[in-house]
């Protein structure tokens, strides 16, 4: 299983096409295997609990 980080900036909120293109993209992710795990600038200036979601992730996955 492959892991994704997906970074949100602010175009993201603010355009609902790239809203629907990112929305779309992670289902495709998901579909093909893969775990993605979201961020946002909240998460550069605090980055302990995304750090968490990503080791969580990669204890998660198979041959771990």
């Known amino acids: 299983m492959m892991i994704a980080l997906e970074y949100h900036g602010g175009q993201h909120f603010k355009d609902p096409v790239q809203v629907r293109e990112d929305i779309e993209r992670r289902g495709q992710l998901q579909a093909a295997g893969w775990i993605v795990i ?3 600038y909240r998460d550069a ?3 302990g609990a995304l750090i ?5 992730a990669f204890e998660g996955r198979p041959g771990s």
Do not use: D, I, K, T
């Open 52 to 56: 968490g979601r990503l080791a969580s």
């Open 45 to 47: 200036l605090h980055p």
């Open 38 to 40: 979201e961020a946002v």
